[in-house]
């Protein structure tokens, strides 16, 4: 890979570890991801399609999914990744959007010391916010000013929670830990979707929207056919095959997911639980349908094991399309697909968080039988 000797933006901390393709213009970064790509999934090369990236103006100020550490110090507080043991603040992120910026802002003038808000993490999930504390006692709110909450609303947030979470570290939060004290409980996402302050979603909407009518276009669900929709998020794709007139069932672990997914695809079957638990429901709804068409988007784990063998030995979708954020795992799961008689028709990467070196692709394929 070759540097390109070109100056930092604005904001851009030089020790930061997160964004390791700053130094490379578009062309140069998305021709490394689209390599790793290939290394991946040489099998099926052939199929691979140049990599789809953001306009040139969305490859910046774009980042409205955040988790960062908050340290406080002498200087008050700060946010930012860790490196090793050293916490790299990073309030003008220019990767960061405008309203993550001025959000933190505001929380950095207004915050109480860490004696008196024992505070671990800041996560934002689009409009919505989350101050994680490792304590079970909620604290004094008097910093929570009409000054802060002015600034919070021209900042363009929705919603500020507390997360009280004493052992907070690998699980960011604690179920029962909620408490919403500023704004609305929820927000619509780019796409038009309500979601809370756990929701996922794809950072670049304009980007996550084409590879979901790539998807679509491919499945082309229709009246009286079944779509099954595993790890369904909080229903923006579900919302897609209700629209198309067919029957849909969906899989979510997240109780929050699961709670918006049915608010934003009302009339899909939608069941809360890992898909692995949820096999026998599966079992039941397929046989009830016709052949079934499946849209998965895992996690980078992948497709669960018991899953991915019941999908294309039991279920035996005629087409699936598959969005992985890991191309190891999407490699091993097209493996077994192949091997069970699954043909790759194409894979479309994604370029979905630029300056990083992350990148994601969609894989469409067909069962390659007319049972």
Known sequence: ???????????????????????????????????????????????????????????HGYRDRL??????????????????????????????????RRVLQVLAAALPSADRFPMAYYIQSGAQATLVLKTSTKPHLSWLTETTRQGLASADLG???????????????????????????????????????????????????????????FLNPGPGEAVLDLYCGHGATLARWLGRGATTLGIELGGEAVRYARLNAPGAQILQGSCAT????????????????????????????????????EARPSKIAYLSCSMK????????LSDAGYRVESVQPYDFFPQTDHVEALCLLSAGDDR
């Not at 988790?67 to 309030?91: C, E, Y």
């Not at 079934?292 to 063998?309: C, H, K, M, Q, S």
């Not at 795992?329 to 077994?336: H, P, S």
């Open 278 to 313: 949820r096999l026998p429901q599966l079992r039941a709804w397929v046989s009830q349908h016709a052949r079934p068409i499946a849209y998965i988007n895992p996690p980078r784990t992948g497709i669960e094991p018991p899953v991915l063998d019941w999908t294309m030995r």
């Open 329 to 336: 795992t999407l490699a091993r799961d097209l493996t077994a």
């Open 159 to 217: 919603g500020l929670w507390l997360n009280l979470h004493p052992s907070a570290g690998l699980r960011l939060f604690a179920k029962r830990g909620w408490q919403l004290i500023w704004g609305m409980p929820e927000s619509r996402s780019a796409l038009g979707f309500l979601h809370g302050p756990e929701a996922f979603q794809q950072v670049l909407a304009e980007l996550h929207g084409l590879s979901l009518d790539e998807a679509e276009a």
């Open 67 to 100: 988790s960062l550490t908050a340290k406080w110090t002498s200087n008050g507080w700060h946010f930012g990744v860790m490196r090793r043991d050293q916490l790299i603040p990073i309030p003008e992120c220019p990767v960061h959007s405008i309203r993550s």
């Open 1 to 59: 890979m070759v540097e390109v000797n070109r100056p930092l933006l604005p904001g851009c901390v030089p020790s930061c570890p997160a964004c390791r393709h700053r130094s490379f213009s578009a062309d140069q970064s998305e021709a490394v991801k689209l390599r790793w790509v290939h290394h991946q999934l040489s099998p099926w090369r052939s199929r691979i399609r140049p990599i789809r990236g953001p306009a040139p103006e969305r490859r």
